[in-house]
């Protein structure tokens, strides 16, 4: 019963093959193309795949990368399964969506909740936790001890953060530099400014949620550019390589477990 894990984000997919839909599944084969190359899918690495029996995939990027992919699964003999995508709910997997309208919510921040959730349940202890996705832009979303998801904070990530100030201002066209306590040139400013903004966001969200909960808040990060953020981060957290993956394990057991 192999299940196939897609996420598809604003640069890159992912992909990642399971022995079975549920948290723990062994992980049969795994993988990532940048959008622009899904069409090697079918022809490369899909090919010597196993026929899933169940897919579950979060997108961000949009309806036309979506149907690449359903174009590429078309294309595998042998794989007659009916794809399907996350689409958040007002409830999943003990975890309450209380996002203003509950269907706007970025599906990849749904589903890394959910895994962040279950990830903490793991250990014994309900907590409030916060839920770090540092990517293309990051998002910094709260949940109180019983699940149920306070709201969150989007902002741009490094690389959008470099673009626009190097579009908006004279001057500051400049290699990346270091993350430094005093930047003393240009890019270590740049590069340390950027890198700090994210961790006070961090911050910030901690000290609203743990005056709301009366409880320290566990903090998951993930995201391809969570490392950058590991020396600068001032509260504790835990780094989660393939946390949508845990996501969306999840929430395939609901539905075929």
């Known amino acids: 019963m192999t299940f196939l894990a897609i996420d598809i984000g604003n640069t890159r997919l992912k992909w990642a093959m399971y022995d079975a839909p549920r948290p723990g599944a062994a992980l049969l084969a795994h993988g990532a193309e940048f959008l622009e190359h899904i069409e090697r899918l079918a022809e490369g690495p899909w090919s010597k795949l196993p026929a899933p029996t169940h897919m579950l995939g979060c997108v961000v990027a949009g309806e036309t990368a979506r149907r690449r992919v359903h174009d590429q699964m078309e294309l595998m003999l042998g794989w007659e399964l009916e794809p399907k995508w996350v689409v958040p709910s007002v409830q999943e997997a003990g975890v309450t969506n209380g996002y203003e309208h509950p269907l706007r919510l970025g599906a990849d921040r749904w589903v890394a909740m959910i895994g962040a959730r279950n990830h903490i349940l793991e250990r014994g202890i309900e907590r409030p936790l916060i839920v770090v996705m540092v990517g293309t832009a990051v998002t910094v979303d709260a949940l109180d001890a019983r699940g149920n998801f306070l709201g969150g904070l989007i902002l741009p990530g ?100």
């Open 158 to 257: 490094h690389g959008i953060m470099l673009r626009a100030l190097e579009s908006g201002t004279a001057g500051l066209h400049v290699p990346t530099g270091s993350v430094t306590p005093f930047p003393q040139n240009t890019s270590d400013a740049l590069t340390s400014g950027g890198t700090y903004a994210i961790a006070g966001a961090v911050e910030r969200t901690y000290q609203h949620l743990y005056l709301h909960c009366s409880m320290e808040p566990a903090c998951v990060m993930a995201g391809g550019a969570g490392w950058k953020m590991v020396p600068s981060m001032t509260r504790p957290f835990e780094l989660v390589d393939n946390l949508i993956f845990e996501g969306l394990l999840v929430m395939a057991q609901q539905r075929w477990g």
